[in-house]
């Protein structure tokens, strides 16, 4: 590494061709939300702002920036859905991505099978291994560190349900690479897989006070 730093206040801009923001902070997992309308129309969109936050109970999160299809829904019937995007489902997950009508289904679309959930009504994602069905426990809308509202929500959920393909489990432990997830980082169109070659383990330290 060099002894030299590029500097610069985001407030006034990067100055780069592209915002090194989010290939900084990369890989991050991504939030595919399904959701459901008030009218019963589907609705399915993939978020790279997204993250778990707690284990028990457990919750999880993506941020929209701009009051998107998937906030109203979920606002309105307090239900969603993620699903994991995997390798063989990415053209699928990017297709889901187009900005259509709010009456239009990117199910449909993208040429995927919409399965109702057993605790919630938003429809699942029939050909992702992995689905969590969550119920709203907070929609914040983001703002500065001086207090100015910004057109950013951020929307968690409690699972209340996980499906699990069990061909990932073996012995009873899910197999993280064996489901192939795709990562957002870098630029633009830039998406990471995870393979065991790069895997390494770490234990943590003890706690001294016990």
């Known amino acids: 590494m060099s002894n030299s730093r590029y500097r610069y206040q985001p407030a006034q801009g990067h100055g780069l061709p592209h915002d090194p923001l989010n290939a900084i902070i990369g890989p991050r997992p991504i939030g595919w939300i399904s959701s459901r ?3 019963g129309v589907p609705n399915l969109a993939p978020y790279s702002f997204f993250n778990c936050f707690s284990y028990r109970p457990p919750i999880i999160g993506f941020a929209s920036s701009g009051w998107k299809d998937s906030v109203t829904n979920i ?19 990017n297709e ?3 900005p259509l009508p709010s009456d239009e289904d990117e ?11 057993q605790q919630v009504r938003a429809p699942l994602v029939g050909e992702s291994p992995v689905n969590f069905e ?9 703002q500065t560190h001086q207090g100015e509202a910004i057109p950013s929500w951020l929307v968690l959920g409690e699972v209340v349900m996980i499906h699990i393909d069990e061909s ?15 990562l957002r980082a870098g630029g633009p169109t830039s998406y990471y897989g995870i393979s065991e ?11 001294p006070s016990r």
């Open 37 to 39: 309308s008030d009218a």
């Open 75 to 93: 606002s309105q019937t307090g239900e969603f859905v993620w699903n994991l995007a995997t390798r063989p489902l990415a053209v699928a997950m």
């Open 96 to 98: 889901s991505s187009a």
């Open 107 to 117: 199910f449909k679309r993208a040429g995927l099978t919409p399965v109702r959930g």
């Open 134 to 142: 969550c119920r709203l426990t907070q929609l914040i809308q983001l």
């Open 168 to 182: 990932l489990l073996e012995d009873g432990i899910y197999q993280t690479s064996k489901a192939q997830p795709i």
């Open 197 to 207: 070659s790069e895997r390494f383990d770490l234990i943590r330290p003890a706690d």
